[in-house]
Every structure is written in structure tokens, then in C-alpha cells.
Nanobody
Framework: QEQLMESGGGLVQPGESLRLSCAAS????????LAWFRQAPGKEREGISCINRSDGTTYYADSVKGRFTSSRDNAKNTVYLQMNSLKPEETAVYYC????????????????????WGQGTQVTVSS
């Protein structure tokens, strides 16, 4: 079964870091763009980062710029999201999403541009 799988979520204290991973299972992952989204309870899904596979160009939402870093390891078919200085309000389910045709740009990160999604991983930031 083809699927994306996120891992690395967990419980951390405010100010701490986590690294999320997104890997493909059951298929050859030939994506152009991979994005990370998050959705907190009662809130809309927010696009927070987008990385292009071809050259590693990344784009970030203002809310995470300077604290989060997305990177890719094409040999491992894995994309990472390093999250530093986490805040309690960033408690959410984090999803990776990919698309074979879309390229990340500074036009914004929108869920309707991505057609393959992982199941999500819970990140809880609490003291």
C-alpha cells in the first residue's frame, strides 16, 4: 500500500526541539514538492513549510520562519522538519503532503496544492 509516513512526534517542553520525518512506503517517491502542515484542535490546517526536491529550495510560513528547517535526503526518500524553540500553541497534528506536479514558491503553502498525505504525527508542547 502506498503511503507517506510521518514520525518523530511526541511531548516536549516549551523551548525544546523535535525533528519530524516523512518517508514513502510502498512506492517510489517521485515528488516535486513536499510540504508540512499542522492542525491544532478547533483550528484550520496551516501550511508551515515547503521544499522542492530538485534543488532543496524551501519556503516557510511567517509563524515558523527562523525556528523550523525543512531538509531532504533524496537517497533515503525522506524529508525532515527540524523544529526548534517550540511553543505551547504549536501543539497540533503535523502532516506531510506531497505532489508530483507542484513546485513550492513564495505564493504560499496551501493544502489544495497537495494530493498525497500522511496520517499525521502528534506534537504536544507542554510543561
Amino acid at each position: 500500500q502506498e503511503q507517506l509516513m510521518e514520525s518523530g512526534g511526541g511531548l516536549v517542553q516549551p523551548g525544546e526541539s523535535l525533528r519530524l520525518s516523512c518517508a514513502a512506503s510502498g512506492f517510489t517517491w517521485d515528488y516535486n514538492a513536499l510540504a508540512w502542515f499542522r492542525q491544532a484542535p478547533g483550528k484550520e490546517r496551516e501550511g508551515i513549510s515547503c521544499i522542492n526536491r530538485s534543488d532543496g529550495t524551501t519556503y516557510y510560513a511567517d509563524s515558523v520562519k527562523g525556528r523550523f528547517t525543512s531538509s531532504r535526503d533524496n537517497a533515503k526518500n525522506t524529508v525532515y522538519l527540524q523544529m526548534n524553540s517550540l511553543k505551547p500553541e504549536e501543539t497540533a497534528v503535523y502532516y506531510c503532503a506531497t505532489d508530483a506536479d507542484y513546485y513550492c514558491s513564495d505564493d504560499g503553502i496551501y493544502d489544495f496544492d497537495f494530493h498525497s498525505w500522511g496520517q499525521g504525527t502528534q506534537v504536544t508542547v507542554s510543561s
